[in-house]
């Protein structure tokens, strides 16, 4: 093969493999007040991509646990089986939302009811000066993580005042007759 057949055969292939514009569309239909199904039909069938927010699994971790050996157990089994009921959630505020609420539940049915007076998940500052079974636990989705403190109140005068927001998606406690909570302050005061 001549020298010259080779580079006349090499241009033809890169000719070939070079990227060539999309025709444009029949109509632009940016910026018109028209139907999706109607833009999508006048366009060629091409529409402007659309991102959706999609965030990775969520995930629960025991970072630290302090208490009682039954305290402790038992808010481990609460995150344990909460944490397999949320994984499939895809929205992260829905996530952390359900994260307290049903964790302060399965913690409060499965609680001593003479030894404690509530159940309590916090992702902030407080002060509980009479508490077992503190357990740190991170909820974690790609770069999305905060982490909560769960814990029983004991039984008896104690006292939960939150330094930060209330909302399920910060607090969340289950607690009986002994208890009353006040929504303006972000407390729990037990007799």
């Not at 055969?9 to 028209?34: C, K, R």
Request: proline share 3%; glycine share 8%.
């Amino acid at each position: 093969m001549r020298f010259t057949s080779a580079i006349v055969i090499a241009l033809v292939g890169a000719a070939q493999a070079s990227p060539i514009a999309a025709p444009g569309p029949v109509l632009n239909t940016v910026g018109l007040d028209v139907p999706i199904e109607a833009r999508a039909i006048l366009s060629g069938g091409e529409e402007a991509a659309v991102l959706d927010k999609r965030i990775e699994p969520i995930t629960t971790s025991i970072l630290v646990a302090a208490g009682s050996a039954a305290a402790t157990a038992a808010v481990d089994a609460a995150v344990k089986a909460i944490g397999n009921a949320i994984k499939g959630l895809q929205n992260w505020d829905k996530a952390r939302e359900d994260f307290t609420k049903k964790v302060t539940a399965e913690m409060w049915a499965k609680a001593d009811k003479k030894a404690f007076s509530a159940a309590v998940c916090y992702n902030m500052g407080y002060d509980a000066p009479n508490i077992d079974g503190k357990t740190s636990v991170q909820i974690k989705s790609g770069l999305l993580k905060t982490s909560y403190d769960c814990f029983f109140m004991k039984a008896g005068a104690n006292t939960f005042q939150a330094k930060g927001d209330g909302g399920f998606q910060n607090l969340a406690a289950q607690h009986d007759s002994r208890c009353t909570y006040d929504k303006k302050a972000v407390k729990l005061t037990c007799k």
